[in-house]
C-alpha cells in the first residue's frame, strides 16, 4: 500500500510564481526523498533529506521536514515552465530493507 | 551515481503474450528494484532483485506472472506474463545510488496490451 499521501494532486502556477508540495507519511523513516517524472517517463532524483534533519536547499529547491508531524514539503522558488512535471515523495523506512515508498503525487504545471 | 539502461521503452503486446524488459546497470550493484506504474497512478514495487538468489516480491506480485532473473551484478530482467490489458502500465527498474544519493531509475517501459 502506498505509504505517503501528497497534496495537492494536481497545482497550475504561473510561470516565476513558487510552487509548493506536502507529503505525509506513515511510519519511522530513514530518510525521505523528492523525485521528478516528466511525462510517464523515468524518475529523477532530486533530493534527499535525512530523519535528523529538519530543511535542506539545493538550487530553487527546498525541502523540510517534520518527523513529529510525519509530513515534509518541497519549494520550488521561481518556478519555470520546464518545472512541468510530477513530483513524487518517496520514505526510505527504518527497517524497509532499502525499498522505496512512493507517495500519490502531485502534478505540477506551469504556465508561460 | 549509476546509470542504468532500460529496454524496450515502449512495445504494443497482444493479450495473452510475454513482454521481457531488461536494465542494464554501468557499476555493479548488489539490489535492483521492479517498480509498476499504472496510468494515472504513482509507484509500486513488483519485487526486488539480488545477484544469486531468487527475487523478493511484494504483495500481490507472483513470480508466475512477473518472472525475474539477475545472472550477474549489472543486469537484470522483468518478464510480464500472459499480458491482460490491466497490465498496461509504465515498468522501471532502479538502483540504491549510495546513502546520501537517492535511487536512480531506469528511463521506463510503457507497455499497451491490446
Known amino acids: 500500500s502506498q505509504q505517503g499521501e501528497e497534496d495537492p494532486q494536481a497545482l497550475s502556477i504561473q510561470e516565476g510564481e513558487n510552487a509548493t508540495m506536502n507529503c505525509s507519511y506513515k511510519t519511522s523513516i530513514n530518510n525521505l526523498q523528492w523525485y521528478r517524472q516528466n511525462s510517464g517517463r523515468g524518475l529523477v532524483h532530486l533530493i534527499l533529506?535525512?530523519?535528523?534533519?529538519r530543511e535542506k536547499h539545493s538550487g530553487r529547491l527546498r525541502v523540510t521536514l517534520d518527523t513529529s508531524k510525519k509530513s515534509s514539503s518541497l519549494l520550488i522558488t521561481a518556478s519555470r515552465a520546464a518545472d512541468t512535471a510530477s513530483y513524487f515523495c518517496?520514505?526510505?523506512?527504518?527497517?524497509?530493507?532499502?525499498?522505496?515508498?512512493f507517495g500519490t503525487g502531485t502534478q505540477l504545471k506551469v504556465e508561460l | 551515481s549509476a546509470v542504468i539502461s532500460q529496454k524496450p521503452s515502449r512495445d504494443i503486446c497482444q493479450r495473452g503474450t510475454s513482454l521481457t524488459i531488461q536494465c542494464q546497470v554501468d557499476?555493479?550493484?548488489?539490489?535492483m528494484f521492479w517498480y509498476r506504474q499504472q496510468p494515472g497512478q504513482s509507484l509500486t514495487l513488483i519485487a526486488t532483485?539480488?545477484?544469486?538468489?531468487?527475487?523478493?516480491?511484494e504483495s500481490g506480485f507472483v513470480i508466475d506472472k512477473f518472472p525475474i532473473s539477475r545472472p550477474n551484478l549489472t543486469f537484470s530482467t522483468l518478464t510480464v506474463s500472459n499480458m491482460s490489458p490491466e497490465d498496461s502500465s509504465i515498468y522501471l527498474c532502479?538502483?540504491?545510488?549510495?546513502?546520501?544519493?537517492?535511487?536512480?531509475f531506469g528511463s521506463g517501459t510503457r507497455l499497451t496490451v491490446v
Open positions: 557499476s555493479q550493484v548488489t539490489m
Open positions: 518517496a520514505t526510505d523506512s527504518a527497517g524497509g530493507g532499502n525499498k522505496l515508498t
Open positions: 533529506i535525512r530523519s535528523n534533519e
Open positions: 532483485a539480488n545477484q544469486g538468489s531468487e527475487a523478493t516480491y
Open positions: 532502479s538502483v540504491r545510488g549510495g546513502q546520501s544519493y537517492g535511487y536512480t
